[in-house]
């Protein structure tokens, strides 16, 4: 079973920008569809981008211009690059697998999850 640790998160002013990174231990991380969510204080799991196996990627509407994912198969790491940050994007950030499939945004389709990263934009 695939485990992820993510990282990166922290406090930040609006408009500036932040990389989180997601470790993950296993040697079939490159055939893993990943993705990356996202849940502020009371609200749900939102969906933020996904990128396959071949490197496809996929944001959610809101985000598209700003995030960037990313993933190095040699180094089993996943990234977020996140820029103009506002803050209503501040929220816990989780990495996830899914092990079978291709992209989703649907968080039932991810079967590994991390423990998640604060990330705390400031106005």
């Known amino acids: 079973q695939v485990q992820l640790v993510e990282s990166g998160g922290g406090l930040v002013q609006a408009g500036g920008s932040l990389r989180l990174s997601c470790a993950a231990s296993?040697?079939?991380?490159?055939?893993?569809?990943m993705g990356w969510f996202r849940q502020a204080p009371g609200k749900d799991r939102e969906f933020v981008g996904t990128?396959?196996?071949?490197?496809?990627?996929y944001y959610a509407d809101s985000m598209k211009s700003r995030f960037t994912i990313s993933r190095d198969n040699a180094k089993n790491t996943l990234y977020l690059q996140m820029s103009s940050l506002k803050p209503e994007d501040t929220a816990v950030y989780y990495c996830?697998?899914?092990?079978?499939?291709?992209?989703?945004?649907?968080?039932?389709?991810?079967?590994?999850w991390g423990q998640g990263t604060q990330v705390t934009v400031s106005s």
């Open positions: 296993g040697r079939t991380f490159s055939s893993y569809t």
């Open positions: 990128i396959t196996w071949s490197g496809s990627t």
């Open positions: 996830a697998a899914r092990l079978l499939g291709g992209a989703s945004a649907y968080t039932s389709d991810y079967h590994a």
